[in-house]
T-cell receptor
Framework: DQQVKQNSPSLSVQEGRISILNCDYT??????FLWYKKYPAEGPTFLIS?????DKNEDGRFTVFLNKSAKHLSLHIVPSQPGDSAVYFC?????????????FGSGTQLTVLP | DTGVSQDPRHKITKRGQNVTFRCDPI?????LYWYRQTLGQGPEFLTY????????KSRLLSDRFSAERPKGSFSTLEIQRTEQGDSAMYLC??????????FGPGTRLTVL
């Protein structure tokens, strides 16, 4: 069973506009959520994270929103740039005492059009 | 470059052969993770080390898979008697007692 789901395999956005990537999870024990960006032939690069005790975290152009009641999080990129084109993975980390391994979604390919 | 490094970057092998991959984590990081990624999927957790102790290995895909971190620094992942289904990207990540993990570039395995 997929505990972390990214239901949109792809998203296209015009340069300068907002990109919104979505992620849903099912395991209530997850207490930390992360977003990674991946270019072809490279490993995932950490972007931003959020603790389950918060509902928003911002870092420059990137903001992550967490809705615990809906078990949903989203990544907003404003403004979007062509260099943001990559696969974005949502990941979740387990509760206290866990190995803190990450459970990933299947990714969303973001294409920012110039 | 002080990031996570992996060697080799690409490995092509014939079915039935053994392969070994190496991961060098960020130097001060005490936690090391191995993941596998197949086409169209996110990385899937395999195993975890804290220093030299392998604290989680139940997710290793079969008894053909094993991992070591002998001195708490670099780690190796070995696959014995490779099968075509083992073809994937094998990723290593490290962290310093934090949730954020930093990934290496991966080793792409192709089993013919």
């Amino acid at each position: 069973d997929q505990q972390v789901k990214q239901n949109s395999p792809s998203l296209s956005v015009q340069e300068g506009r907002i990109s919104i990537l979505n992620c849903d999870y099912t395991n209530s024990m997850f207490d930390y959520f992360l977003w990674y960006k991946k270019y072809p032939a490279e490993g995932p690069t950490f972007l931003i994270s959020i603790s389950s005790i918060k509902d928003k975290n911002e870092d420059g152009r990137f903001t992550v929103f967490l809705n615990k009641s809906a078990k949903h999080l989203s990544l907003h990129i404003v403004p979007s740039q062509p260099g943001d084109s990559a696969v974005y993975f949502c990941a979740a980390s387990g509760g206290r005492g866990s190995a803190r391994q990450l459970t990933f979604g299947s990714g969303t390919q973001l294409t920012v059009l110039p | 470059d002080t990031g996570v490094s992996q060697d080799p970057r690409h490995k092509i092998t014939k079915r039935g052969q053994n392969v070994t991959f190496r991961c060098d984590p960020i130097s001060e990081h005490n936690r090391l993770y191995w993941y596998r990624q197949t086409l169209g999927q996110g990385p899937e957790f395999l195993t975890y080390f804290q220093n030299e102790a392998q604290l989680e290995k139940s997710r290793l895909l079969s008894d053909r898979f094993s991992a070591e971190r002998p001195k708490g620094s670099f780690s190796t992942l070995e696959i014995q008697r490779t099968e075509q289904g083992d073809s994937a990207m094998y990723l290593c990540a490290s962290s310093l007692a934090r949730v954020e993990q930093f990934f290496g570039p991966g080793t792409r395995l192709t089993v013919l």
